[in-house]
Nanobody, 126 residues
Framework: QVQLVESGGGSVQAGGSLRLSCAAS????????MGWFRHAPGKEREGVAAIASDRSTSYADSVKGRFTISKDNTKNALYLQIDSLKPEDSAMYYC????????????????????WGQGTQVTVSS
């Protein structure tokens, strides 16, 4: 089992920045991929950024150039730096982890991810 706890969300104006953090605990050594997903009202939960154990990354087209995912294995932490925020980025952001090596083939596919945090809310005003 892997436990995930997100933090760092908040309310910001368009153009601002946030840094989301995810603290992982439990059997983290089994983790093959970690990612950030978001869920806005009336929309499907979508993957925005993910990173594999070999540090390869994948980003949704809508966030490329503005979001940066990183991880610190010494702290069992995952981060998401969000810059140039837009109102359409408003959503609940979830940290997720996968212990399935298949996740490396399609990092942003939600089905690979077994472990999920409770989410942190990001609200962007125009």
């Amino acid at each position: 089992q892997v436990q995930l706890v997100e933090s760092g969300g908040g309310s910001v104006q368009a153009g601002g920045s946030l840094r989301l953090s995810c603290a992982a605990s439990g059997y983290t050594f089994t983790t093959k991929c970690m990612g950030w997903f978001r869920h806005a009202p009336g929309k499907e939960r979508e993957g925005v950024a993910a990173i594999a154990s070999d540090r390869s990354t994948s980003y949704a087209d809508s966030v490329k150039g503005r979001f940066t995912i990183s991880k610190d294995n010494t702290k069992n932490a995952l981060y998401l730096q969000i810059d140039s925020l837009k109102p359409e980025d408003s959503a609940m952001y979830y940290c997720a982890a996968s212990d399935d090596s298949g996740c490396r083939r399609w990092l942003l596919l939600r089905a690979w991810y077994k472990y999920w945090g409770q989410g942190t809310q990001v609200t962007v005003s125009s």
